[in-house]
C-alpha cells in the first residue's frame, strides 16, 4: 500500500507540472497570435522601398553614395584595401548589375565596371529611416567587395545594353 501511495505522491505533482507547462504554452501562443495581428506596421525596408517603380531601382540615392564613395576612393579621400588590387580597372563608370533590398537595412547593390566588365562588385549601402515620418533622412556607405563570380560581359556587351534598354545608365 505504501508503495502505491508514493506512486499517486509522484504522478500528482508531475500531473500539475505538465497542466501548468500546458497552460503557459497555450499563453504564449495567444501572445504571438495577438502580437502577429497587432503588428502590422511596416518595416523599415517597407518604408524605404515603398511605391518603386524598375526607375527607381535604376537611380536613386543608394547609387549615388556608392558613386560618391568611389569618387571618395578614387581621390584619396577614403582607403579601402579590399580596392586596392583593383584601383586601376575601378577609376571609371559603373553599371547596375543587380540591385536589392538588403535584410539588414538599405541596398545590396552589385555593379561591374565599364573597364573591368568580367567581375562584379557587391556593395551595401545603408539608409536612416524616420519612422514616424516615413521617410528616408540620410545615407552611408558601408562596404564593397569584389565577388568569386565572373561574367561573360565585355565592355561592348554593357554599352549595347545601355542603348538598347531604358533607364540602364553608366555611373
Known amino acids: 500500500m505504501k508503495t502505491i501511495f508514493s506512486l499517486f505522491s509522484m504522478v500528482i505533482p508531475i500531473l500539475a507540472f505538465s497542466m501548468e507547462y500546458s497552460n503557459l504554452k497555450q499563453d504564449i501562443d495567444r501572445t504571438l497570435q495577438t502580437t502577429d495581428t497587432i503588428s502590422s506596421g511596416k518595416t523599415l ?95 552611408e556607405f558601408r562596404s564593397i567587395s569584389i565577388e568569386e563570380e565572373t561574367t561573360d560581359m565585355t565592355k561592348e556587351d554593357i554599352l549595347q545594353a545601355i542603348k538598347e534598354m531604358d533607364g540602364i545608365k553608366l555611373w
Not at 106 to 116: N, P, Q, Y
Request: hydrophobic fraction near 35%; charge should be negative; proline fraction near 3%.
Open 45 to 139: 525596408n517597407d518604408i524605404r522601398f515603398k511605391d518603386w517603380d524598375r526607375s527607381d531601382w535604376l537611380d536613386n540615392e543608394y547609387i549615388r553614395t556608392l558613386r560618391k564613395y568611389l569618387d571618395d576612393y578614387n581621390k584619396g579621400v577614403v582607403s579601402n584595401t579590399n580596392l586596392d588590387p583593383y584601383k586601376e580597372q575601378i577609376k571609371g563608370q559603373f553599371v547596375i548589375y543587380d540591385i536589392n533590398p538588403y535584410l539588414l537595412g538599405g541596398a545590396f547593390i552589385r555593379i561591374t565596371f565599364l573597364d573591368m566588365p568580367n567581375r562584379v562588385f557587391s556593395s551595401w549601402i545603408y539608409s536612416e529611416v524616420n519612422e514616424d515620418k516615413e521617410i528616408v533622412e540620410s545615407y
